[in-house]
C-alpha cells in the first residue's frame, strides 16, 4: 500500500512539473507572439518592454513577429482552428500580425531599433502535449 501510494504521490509531482514548465512555455509564447492591441509604429516599445532578444543573450533579436489575436484564438490553433503541417500546426484561418524585424543589426538591448510591416497570413505554431502554443514557426501567404 505504501508502494503505491509512493509511485501515486512521484507521478503526481511529475505531473505537476511537467505542467508547470509547459505554462511557463506558453507564457514565454504569449510575452513574445501575442498582442491583440499592437500597431506597426510599436515594435521598439513592445520589444524592450517585454525584454525579447535572443535567448539567454541581450543581442536583439532580428524578427519578432506578433500575434493580432487573443490567446484563446491562437491556442485554438493547437485543437480545432489548426491542421497538422510539418510537424507543428498551420492555421486554418489567416491572421492579422506585425512583423518587426531589426534594423540596426548587431545591436544589443535596450538599443534595438525595429521596422513593423502589418501582414495578413496564415501561421504556423508548435503545441505541446497539452495543446498549447510554445513556439511561433513562421507565417504563409494564404491562398
Known amino acids: 500500500m505504501k508502494i503505491q501510494f509512493g ?3 512521484m ?5 505537476t512539473v511537467l505542467s508547470q514548465q509547459g505554462n511557463e512555455r506558453y507564457r514565454h509564447f504569449i510575452n513574445q507572439h501575442i498582442n491583440g492591441g499592437m500597431r506597426v509604429s510599436q515594435c521598439d516599445a513592445e520589444i524592450q518592454r ?5 535567448t539567454g543573450t541581450n543581442v536583439c533579436k532580428e524578427t519578432n513577429t506578433f500575434i ?24 486554418l484561418q489567416p491572421f492579422s500580425i506585425i512583423v518587426c524585424q531589426l534594423k540596426n543589426q548587431g ?9 513593423g510591416q502589418a501582414r495578413t497570413r496564415k501561421i ?5 502535449q497539452q495543446g498549447f502554443p510554445v513556439h ?4 504563409i501567404v494564404p491562398f
Open 124 to 128: 504556423v505554431i508548435a503545441c505541446d
Open 7 to 9: 509511485c501515486l504521490l
Open 68 to 91: 493580432l489575436a487573443s490567446t484563446s484564438y491562437v491556442k485554438n490553433i493547437c485543437e480545432k482552428a489548426g491542421e497538422p503541417y510539418r510537424g507543428m500546426r498551420i492555421s
Open 11 to 15: 507521478l503526481l509531482l511529475s505531473a
Open 107 to 115: 545591436a544589443t538591448r535596450p538599443n534595438c531599433q525595429y521596422r
Open 50 to 54: 517585454r525584454r525579447i532578444t535572443e
Open 136 to 139: 511561433y514557426a513562421e507565417d
